[in-house]
Each structure stands twice: as C-alpha cells, then as structure tokens.
C-alpha cells in the first residue's frame, strides 16, 4: 500500500462507558445484524457466503503468492515475472469459477533497481542494513548508480541532537569538511540546509560516497520522507539514512562500510486482472479491488497479497450465487508506482460506464500482524472529508458487522492514497478496510485491540520481511468476513447506495511510490 497519513478513528463509543483521551474507539457491547437495509432479500446468501468465506482458505493464496515471490526473486512487483505470475494464478483461479475475466494491460514508468541496494558495516562490526521506506535506508532522488566500500568520516555532527528540528547544520558550509580525506564516506546529519547541498559540498571535498542520516528528534528518527537531490550533476552514491543507522556508524572511528546503489528507469507493460460475474443487472454493478503488486523489497503478503487474497476466496465462494446485481472483481497493477492500475481502469471508463459502479470496495492490507479494525470514513465525520455520498452507508454497514461480532473498529481517513481515489474522485460512493502499515500503535490502541504499542500496526510494511510470517490470522479471517458480508449484501440490495453525480472533494495526498512528499530540504 502506498504510504498513508496517520490513522485516526471513530469520536463516540457505543454501550460501552469508556472514554480514551485524545483517541476514542467505538467498542460495541452486543451483537446485533450487520446489513445497510436489516433484512433483506439476500440475507441467506450472506449467511452462507460468510460460512463459506474461511480464513484457512484465504491463507493458502497467501502461501501460493509466497511460493510466486519465492521463485522470483522474493517479489511480486508489477513488472516483473513475479507479478505476472501472481496475475497468472489469480486469472486462472477466477475462470475456473465461472467468471468473465480481462487482463488489462497498461504501460508504466519502472523505477527501481537492477541488482539489490546495499549498505552494510564491515567493521568494527559486520551488520547489513535494511532498505526501503520505514526500514533503515534509501536512496536518494537522482543518485547515480555506484559500488563503493570506503571509512565513514563523520561530518561536523550534533550528537545527541540538539532540542529542535534544524539544530545541525551538518555539511552545509565548506568548511565543514576541512582535513576530509579523499575517497571516505562523507556522513551527515539531516538540518538547516537541502540534501543536495550537503552532498555537493561532500563531492567538491573528495568523497566517494554521502549517507545523510534522520536528525533525531522526535519526528525526525525514520526514513519517512522522499528525499531528492534535485536533479542530475550528482557523481557520489547517496543514501538517506534513520538516525538510528547513522548514530551506530558515527560511534566507532574508522568504522567501514560497503554501498551499492544500480537503479533502472524504464517503460514497462504491467496489468489489471478484472472478473465480472456472468449473473446480475449490468446497469448496476458492485465493484471491489485489491492491488495484486507488491514493492521490490520483499512479497508483499501483507501488502497487499492479504486484500487480494481475502477478495479472491470471496469471488470464489461467490460464483456458486445468483446476484440481483452483477459484481465485478479488480486485482490492481502498479499501485506502489502511484494507484497506476486503478487510475488507468477508470479513466478508460466511457461516462455510462462510470454510472453502471453503484460502489466500490478497497482492500489494502487487511491482516497486519499489530492490527486495528480500519474502516475508511466515508461520512467524514473523524477527519473532515468525506466520500461522495453513499460512502457514509458503506462505512455503517462495515460498523455494523462489527459491531454484529462484538469487535472493536476505528475510522481510517479517506485521503486518496489508495486504490479507492480514482473512484471518490470520479463521484463513486466507495469504502473499505485496512489494519495499519508503519503508524505506531498507541497506548489506547493496545488496550483496545491488544497487541504492541510503540510498534508499527505492520512492522515489515514494504520491506523484506512482509512474508508469510507477517499475517495476523484473527485479522485475516475477521476481515475476509466482513468483505463476504458486505459483497453479498450489496450484490442483492444497494439499498440507499446511489451513484454520485458530483466529483468527490476528497483530498489527495502526494508523493510518487506511496511516499510522503519530497523533501529536498532539511
């Protein structure tokens, strides 16, 4: 999933007398139906769709997407034989049960890497370091391709950081690199002026490389933005580092490290598997999605084989039904490479098309291993942005099946950052779950859901370790059910839920491949 804003929750809580301070969470205290309309015609086939829908089941396409990213070098990302394999598996499944299914294909900007980043420790201690967004390191914007293996020579540090933000000014002047030996590792520290700056002045100083590390104060630990040298002229390998990383290679003099960095950026085809049941009115279509792709890093299990799995078991438990209205599956391409498939899948949509989606369902993660219950606020009422109108039934209808099983549930904010934003923005009343990427669980968070606080809700979120090994299995399951719940409710009665004629006013959150926005700052 692409990187997300902080997530927020629900104001009220519901037959439960407990107030958290500042977060609250609705508890629910009984059962009682889920279902935006109480009874109604399909009720027997919700029953038995959600029977049928087993959490076991989900699991075994989690295995066999593992089993994909393990043949092809441990991942799925779209471009690769890794995805097409995954897309493969999907489309065979869904034809054998029945469906009408199109591979949509779409041409992208690949960027990534040819052979993995490195940075590793050689000595006084021998440690390989993570990369990727929340890990321990990146590249940054516009590095140059580069193997080096050099000594780290600290540059004009703040150790322990100063109070505030912007108290290092670490490589910015000249200056700060007299007595610099040529051919060391430049090692700075994020502060008062950009990034590109900093490296310049390590270039011009003779360094065969630069590490800008996080500043370290709070806020300012993580590798949580983009960094970007802003434009070419670079001739050093760059990387961007958390505090913590550079802390560790600043503590022992002549410490040395090893760094590559070999990215490639080039036009690939990539692709959207879409399956439509061959029963129901086609002027009134259910849709749902899940993005099938996973980043370079590791195999996405969690993001997001975990929605595209718990989608897949519904579909195929689905086919045995006869809808009122016909449901359509959508397994994305490219989403990490910025919502690319679903983008592509509704601007390709003729106007009456458009109309034909009474709701779309998104589901990005759905079983992280420190979850929450995420719904996505389609009435706005926690964030203040709303989906088109429509979204606040979907949104009840998600609370009521969990209130329905006696869970806890939180509100998630609609910002546009995932595979739901080309559908808001094109009036499109959607909704969706999600269980948490690399927020910290809070205190609150723990004593209501339980788990770990002070730990990500998804401690693998885009790295290596997004295995298997990283599904919560209570989340997965509860969650496949509430997808069952929701599809065979709607596939019988939308109800209320109408197709907005008006644009969404959702807001949209920048950054290419999911990340925060650029910073070529401080």
């Not at 509100?411 to 948490?436: E, H, K, M």
């Amino acid at each position: 999933m692409r990187s997300r804003l902080r997530q927020g929750v629900l104001g009220t809580i519901t037959a439960v007398a407990v107030t958290l301070s500042p977060l609250a969470f609705t508890v629910p205290a009984a059962a009682h139906p889920g279902g935006h309309s109480g009874h109604h015609p399909g009720g027997d086939a919700v029953r038995k769709l959600v029977k049928d829908v087993s959490g076991k089941n989900v699991k075994k396409h989690l295995q066999a997407l593992q089993a994909i990213a393990k043949a092809n070098g441990g991942t799925r990302v779209s471009g690769t034989p890794g995805f097409d394999a995954s897309r493969d598996y999907v489309a065979r499944k869904l034809r054998s049960a029945g469906y009408d299914v199109t591979i949509q294909p779409f041409e992208f900007t690949f960027d990534g890497y040819v052979t993995p980043p490195v940075l590793k420790q050689n000595s006084p201690v021998a440690k390989t370091y993570t990369y990727g967004f929340f890990s321990d390191y990146v590249a940054m914007g516009d590095s140059p391709a580069g193997t080096v293996t050099g000594t780290i020579q600290p540059v004009d540090l703040v150790l322990p950081p100063g109070p505030a933000a912007n108290t290092s000014n670490s490589g910015c002047e000249a200056s700060d690199f007299a007595g610099f030996v040529a051919g060391n590792v430049a090692l700075m520290q994020r502060g008062t002026c950009n990034f590109r700056v900093k490296v310049d002045n390590a270039m011009a100083a003779g360094a065969s490389a630069a590490i800008v590390f996080n500043e370290g104060q709070a806020g300012r630990t993580e590798v949580d933005l983009n960094p970007v040298l802003g434009g070419p002229g670079v001739t050093i390998p760059s990387f961007f580092a958390r505090f913590a990383v550079g802390q560790e290679l600043a503590a022992a003099a002549g410490t040395t490290v090893t760094m590559n960095w070999d990215p490639i950026v080039e036009t690939r085809t990539t692709y959207n598997v879409i399956a439509q049941s061959r029963k129901g009115d086609p002027a009134n279509v259910v849709m749902m999605g899940a993005h099938l792709d996973s980043v370079q890093e590791g195999p996405g299990i969690n993001d997001n084989g975990s929605g595209s799995a718990g989608i897949l078991e519904v579909a195929l438990q689905f086919a045995k039904t006869r809808p009122k209205n016909q449901v359509r599956f959508a397994f994305w391409g490219a989403e990490e490479f910025g919502l690319l498939g679903s983008e592509h899948y509704v601007a390709a949509l003729t106007e009456e098309e458009r109309a034909k989606i009474t709701l779309y369902l998104n589901f990005d993660m759905i079983a992280s291993p420190n979850y929450t219950f995420g719904i996505y606020d389609g009435d706005g009422d926690a964030f203040g942005t709303a989906g088109p109108p429509g979204s606040d039934v979907i949104e009840e209808d998600f609370e009521k099946f969990f209130a329905g099983r006696g869970l806890p549930f939180t509100a998630t904010a609609f910002t546009g950052r995932s595979d739901y934003g080309a559908f808001i923005a094109a009036g499109i009343p959607a909704g969706g779950l999600f269980t948490g990427a690399e927020e910290l669980k809070t205190a609150e968070e723990a004593a209501i859901f339980g788990g770990t606080a002070g730990v990500p809700l998804d401690p693998c979120y885009h790295s290596v370790c997004d295995t298997i090994k990283n599904i919560n299995d209570k989340a997965l399951d509860v969650n496949s059910d509430a997808v069952a719940t929701l599809v065979a409710t709607y596939a019988f009665d939308t109800g209320t839920i109408g197709t907005a004629s008006a644009p969404a006013t959702a807001a949209r959150s920048g950054g290419a491949h999911g990340h925060k926005p650029a910073d070529a700052q401080s």
